[in-house]
């Protein structure tokens, strides 16, 4: 299964896109684009975006779980969209390894995802 990246940062947003199946690779990818993003705005947020996404390599999960610890708290917010329930049970296994406010919405509700990540901190819920 061939995978696929897409990264953009704009502000304190950074947009990730994903298909197919998440390789170390990938992190070695984004996680410098990332971290550049957090050394330059602080606190940031995170649209993280699979489409006909099939999970990670062992290799990446460590990857995904080491950088969770490492920006435990730089991340404010983080929406999940995605297109299957089991992505939607992701969201709720990301929560303990994160100070963000995390939330599942599903692929036709990408918008109401760029809303939420934009409203100001105290409209958070």
């Known amino acids: 299964m061939k995978q696929s990246i897409q990264i953009e940062v704009h502000g304190r947003l950074v947009e990730v896109r994903v298909q197919g199946k998440l390789t170390r690779e990938a992190y070695r990818e984004f996680t410098p684009v990332i971290e550049e993003t957090i050394e330059r ?3 940031i947020r995170i649209l993280f975006v699979m489409s006909d996404f099939h999970g990670w390599t062992a290799e990446a999960l460590w990857d995904d779980i080491k950088f969770d610890v490492k ?17 939607k049970g992701m969201a709720m296994f990301c929560k303990p390894f994160t100070t963000a406010k995390v939330r599942y919405f599903d692929r036709e509700h990408e918008d109401e995802a760029r809303r939420w990540l934009s409203a100001p901190s105290h409209a958070a819920t």
């Open 41 to 43: 705005q602080g606190k």
């Open 71 to 87: 920006h435990f708290t730089d991340v404010e917010r983080l929406a999940i969209v995605g297109e299957k329930r089991w992505q």
